[in-house]
């Protein structure tokens, strides 16, 4: 009975822990400006080495996330889920003639490092255009291609309902399933890692350049191209006092939390528009998730 107490409160901390939901499409941010907070860190370098702000290219606004080729090695920070089943998805640009890398750890922050499933390359030693390459996953090396000059959605999903042991995982890169859903969350050794730490965007070379925007991450399956298509709208952002809600299907239902992954408002709307009283909620950054005829995503939004 105790163990089982501890193991469901363990469950309950880590769905409503900080990092349980955000999304972050970087217009909080000045261009040029190091990202250093909230999820973001870095590789122990106490922000000496963190990502920048960037208006070179931005798939949504103006902002995005970038990697340059200086070394820079940032990491987005997930929490260290050890249970649920978790949705990243984001979209990445990478120029002609440019490389760019990632992997995903097992812990964060890191000390050692713990490569899940090794190295993740994008044109490596820009050898490979449009060709990418994780090189160590439960499938061994997988390859698989992306378009250069344009942006494309990369995500990640890990299933953990059934602890680290038995979790499993799903890699689509642009539209195409690469590592396909179900597959060990372990490299080709079999080794399971701590848990589902955080993604480290290293500068892997001078020949380094790429960029990140719309961020998602959650225990809902966001996939922002189906959302997309619901042509959901939450404004003004910046809000003052009154939030629209606004799709081009009916809105089943809202819910909203602050940067602690605390649930602020829920209600029940069954209606195209609507509209939140966020008039008594402190400033700061809120995260508004949606469904919308079945689909779900999350948006954030600033008072």
Same mark, same amino acid.
């Given at each position: ?104 750890? !097992? #812990? /964060? &922050?890191?000390?050692? $490092? ?5 190295? *993740?390359?994008? =044109? ?25 000059d344009q942006w494309f959605e990369w995500t990640l999903n890990v299933d953990i309902s059934a602890g680290m042991s038995l979790a499993t995982m799903q890699i689509i890169v ?15 050794? !079999? #080794? /399971? &890692?701590?848990?589902? $730490? ?5 500068? *892997?070379?001078? =020949? ?26 939450a404004y003004p952002n910046p809000v003052n006092n009154v939030l629209n809600l606004q799709a ?27 509209? /939140? ?13 949606? =469904? ?12």
């Open positions: 009975m105790k163990k089982n107490y501890f193991l469901a409160a363990l469950f309950a901390f880590a769905m409503t822990s900080v990092y349980a939901q955000f999304s972050d499409d970087m217009e909080s941010y000045t261009p040029g400006q190091t990202v250093y907070e909230n999820w973001w860190t870095d590789w122990g370098c106490g922000g000496s080495c963190a990502g920048l702000a960037s208006d070179a290219h931005a798939q949504s606004g103006s902002v995005s996330f970038f990697v340059d080729g200086s070394g820079m090695d940032p990491v987005l920070d997930m929490g260290n889920k050890i249970f649920g089943t978790w949705y990243y998805t984001s979209y990445m640009y990478i120029p002609s003639g440019k490389e760019g890398y990632m992997n995903v750890q !097992g #812990t /964060v &922050p890191i000390g050692g $490092g713990e490569w899940v499933i090794g190295n *993740i390359f994008f =044109n490596q030693d820009t050898t490979a255009p449009g060709e990418g390459l994780i090189d160590n996953s439960a499938l061994g090396a997988v390859s698989f291609t992306f378009p250069h642009d539209g195409v399933e690469v590592i396909p859903a179900g597959t060990a969350f372990t490299d080709s050794a !079999g #080794t /399971v &890692p701590t848990s589902l $730490g955080g993604l480290n965007y290293y500068s *892997i070379s001078g =020949n380094n350049e790429y960029y990140i925007d719309d961020i998602v991450f959650s225990d809902t399956n966001v996939g922002t191209q189906d959302f997309a298509t619901k042509g959901f709208q081009n299907e009916a809105i089943s239902n809202v819910a909203i939390f602050n940067v602690l992954g605390q649930e602020v408002y829920r209600a029940n709307i069954n209606a195209m528009t609507s509209q /939140v009283d966020m008039s008594q909620m402190a400033s700061g950054a809120y995260f508004v998730k949606v =469904n919308i005829g079945g689909t779900e995503g999350t948006v954030k939004v600033i008072k």
